[in-house]
C-alpha cells in the first residue's frame, strides 16, 4: 500500500514539474532578469536622447538591471520607431520618443512603418520639453504683441527660421501664424542648430526654438525669448509669458513619454510604470531634466493612450493647414 502510495505522489509530483517546465520564462523569472534596450528614434546628443538618458539610469537602479539607450535615428524618427513597434513586446525593447515623431510624422509621411497606436502599449509620460518663440536682440519687437504689430504692419517681410519643412518648430510657426493672422515668410534650415545661429546672428529675425537649443544664445544675451509656446509657464524662466497670454487658446506642449511594443504583458507593464513613477518622483531626475529645460510630466498609461489619440486628429489638421508633406 505504501508502495502504491509512494508512486501516486511521485507521478502528481513530476506532473507538476512538467507543467512548471512548460511555463513560459517570462512568468519564471522575474522582470526582467536581463538588459532592457531603450530605442530612442534620434541620434545621440539631442534632448530626446538626454532625457532617455536620465531616465534610463535611475529605471536601472530602481529596477536592479541595466537599462541600454539604443539610439535608432532616419527619416526623422520613423526608423527607431518602427523598429520598437516590431520587436518582441516581452518588456526587453522599449520605446523613448517625444511627440514630434510619433503623432505628428504620420500626417507629414506617405509610410512611416508603424501606427503610433495600434502598434504600442502606453507605459507613462517622461518629461514636457520648454520651446519659446525668439527673436535676435536687436530685433525691434520685445513681446508677442509686439511681433504681431510688426508683422502686420509688414505683411510677408517678416522671416522665421525653422529646423526644416515639416518639423515641429516649423509646425508651431505656423500655428502662430493662424492664431495671430499675420503673414511671416518660413525659412527652414538643416536642423534646429543652425536656425537658432542665424536668428542669434541677425541673419534671420524670429524662429521657435527647444529651449535647450535657446540657452547658449540667451545667457550670452544674442537672443531673447517673445513668449513660451508651451500652455504654462515655464519653471525654468516663470516671468518669460506664454503665447496664450496674449493669445486665448494657443499653446502646445511638446512631450517625452515611454512606450512597450503592443502585446507587453499587463503585470511587466504595471512594473514598469510604477518604476518609473518612482524614477520622476526622484529629485535627481528632475533636476537632470530642468538642465535640458524640460520639466517632469506624468501620466497613467490610460492617460498616456488617451493623449496619443487626441494629439493625433490635432496635429493632422494643422499639418494640412501648413502643407507639409514629405514623401
Known sequence: MKKRNFFRHF?????????????PAAAQDAYPSRPVTVIVPQAAGGANDAIARIVAQKLGEIMGQTFLV?????AGGNVGTAQAAKAKPDGYTLLLTTNSAHVI?????????FDPVKDFEPVGLVANAGYVLVANSAFPANSVAELIAQAKARPGQISYASAGNGTLNHLIGEMFKRAA???????????????????AGGQIPVSVQSLPSSLPFLQSGKIKVLGVVNEKRLASMPNA??????????GSTPWYGLLAPAGTPREVIARLQSALEKTL????VADKLAVQGCDVMTASPTQFAALIQGDLPRWNKIVKDSGARID
Open 11 to 23: 507521478a502528481v509530483l513530476a506532473g507538476a514539474l512538467s507543467g512548471l517546465a512548460a511555463l
Open 70 to 74: 539604443d539610439n535608432r535615428p532616419g
Open 105 to 113: 510624422n504620420p500626417s507629414i509621411y506617405k509610410n512611416t512603418g
Open 181 to 199: 493672422g499675420v503673414d511671416m515668410l518660413h525659412v527652414p534650415y538643416k536642423g534646429s542648430a543652425g536656425a537658432a545661429t542665424d536668428v
Open 241 to 250: 509669458p506664454t503665447i496664450g497670454e496674449t493669445l486665448p487658446g494657443f
Open 281 to 284: 518622483a526622484s529629485k535627481d
